[in-house]
């Protein structure tokens, strides 16, 4: 069983920065893909961006404002969200998945977080 768990959300206004840890329970970071997604209200989730050995992928609603990274002696995962958007609100996941794999898809993914709830106001 792997934990997976968010925080670093709140309340940021448009422009502003914020960045999302995932503390994960194991030293997965280095064999899993990881990925983060987000749900924003009324809408189905949607991937943001994936990370995997050393290749990142990114929504294009989100490239050139967000970067994924991980800290593997930490067992932690980022996402820096810089010149955040009022449609960047949303709960934002972290998952993980058994395969080295870049993947967008999200019935790729074993583990998920809780989510974090973004809201970035106008």
């Known amino acids: 069983q792997v934990d997976l768990v968010e925080s670093g959300g709140g309340l940021a206004h448009v422009g502003a920065s914020l960045r999302l840890s995932c503390a994960t329970s194991g030293r997965i970071l280095s064999v899993y893909g990881m990925g983060w997604f987000r749900q924003a209200p009324g809408k189905e989730r949607e991937f943001v961006a994936a990370?995997?050995?050393?290749?990142?992928f990114y929504n294009d609603a989100v490239k050139g404002r967000f970067t994924i990274s991980r800290d593997n002696a930490a067992n932690r995962l980022y996402l820096q969200m810089n010149d955040l958007k009022a449609e960047d609100t949303a709960v934002y996941y972290c998952?993980?998945?058994?395969?080295?794999?870049?993947?967008?898809?999200?019935?790729?993914?074993?583990?998920w977080g809780q989510g974090a709830q973004v809201t970035v106001s106008s």
């Open positions: 998952a993980a998945h058994k395969s080295r794999a870049i993947t967008t898809l999200e019935i790729a993914y074993d583990y």
């Open positions: 990370v995997s050995g050393t290749s990142t």
